[in-house]
């Protein structure tokens, strides 16, 4: 009712100006897996290794946001589209600010995070499937939450009573059950050379 009064106001400074301000081309790092799987790990060295070679990034954490911005959902179905919905608006306006957004978030319906990717345009949106087996993950268990789902003290926890869709055209797929987690980030962030994401800008105002 309330959107036909709203207008999209287009502004003299966008993205194409931001990005070449940074030096940078930039994306949305989508990383999607089950819990403990290692995607926050992973993330936060990929985010480490692009400051290191002067890149601007944000990284977005589920727990971090659930804090914040999403602190009033809960995890039922409906909850978990909404979380992803306002978690996609905010990395669309990230990049939008010329930053490369990296998110680690377990995201395990396939609408949920297609309906990220479609607020992108083609390439901006990577999706990286840390695909790491519910049995490793179930071990390691640093936050406990496997021992509390079972218990039946967690309901509507993802790989024991609700589903985890997997990813089946990932732009990456890493398996972190066993090995250094800095070789997978520079697998990734090599990814993002090859793919041209990390390539650099001549730096200079664009802005008429």
Not at 5 to 17: A, D, P
Not at 18 to 30: A, D, E, N, T, V
Not at 183 to 193: D, H
Request: include cysteine; charged fraction near 30%.
């Amino acid at each position: 009712m309330f959107e036909e009064n709203l207008v999209w106001h287009k502004h003299h400074v966008g993205k194409k100006e931001r990005s070449i301000q940074k030096g940078q081309q930039p994306c949305l790092m989508w990383f999607t897996g089950l819990s403990g799987a290692g995607k926050s790990t992973i993330a936060d060295l990929v985010e480490q290794e692009l400051y290191n070679r002067g890149h601007h990034t944000y990284l977005l954490d589920g727990d971090n946001v659930r804090k914040g911005l999403n602190k009033d959902l809960g995890f039922s179905d409906e909850d978990r589209v909404e979380n992803i919905r306002r978690i996609g608006e905010v990395a669309k306006l990230l990049v939008d600010s010329g930053l490369i957004v990296l998110s680690a978030f377990i995201s395990p319906f396939k609408v949920d995070r297609q309906m990220v990717r479609e607020l992108f345009p083609d390439g901006e949106f990577v999706e990286i499937f840390v695909s790491t087996p519910i049995e490793v993950c179930e071990k390691r268990d640093p936050k406990g939450l496997y021992r509390k789902a079972r218990a039946g003290q967690i309901k509507q926890f993802t790989g024991v009573d609700s589903a985890y869709e997997a990813p089946h055209q990932a732009e990456i797929t890493v398996d972190a059950s066993y090995g250094d987690p800095r070789i997978l980030a520079g697998k990734i962030v090599t990814y993002l050379e090859i793919s041209g994401y990390c390539k650099t800008f001549e730096k200079a105002m664009a802005v008429k």
